[in-house]
């Protein structure tokens, strides 16, 4: 058995990205205050938390991250729910 912390449920980065489909991924990325290596990290790693999500929904986007992931959003575990 594996020791050490859960891992974080992560929400997947291609709704938020195509909230900017209109723009490059460098100006997307721009716009929402993501820098290239955090992009790549939560690719890496499967997706984006739900902190860093509810952060850039609320402050970048100006909309409630279900507004974005939808159901994705509300299906989250409740102990890691922003």
Not at 17 to 33: F, P, R
Not at 41 to 70: C, E, F, M
């Amino acid at each position: 058995m594996a020791k050490g912390p859960k891992p974080a449920y992560r929400l997947p980065l291609e709704p938020l990205l195509q909230q900017h489909q209109h723009l490059s991924i460098n100006q997307a990325l721009k716009n929402l205050g993501i820098n290239h290596g955090q992009f790549y990290q939560w690719r890496k790693y499967g997706g984006i938390t739900l902190w860093a999500a509810d952060k850039i929904a609320i402050n970048k986007l100006g909309v409630h991250p279900s507004a974005v992931w939808g159901d994705l959003w509300w299906d989250a575990p409740n102990e890691e729910a922003a």
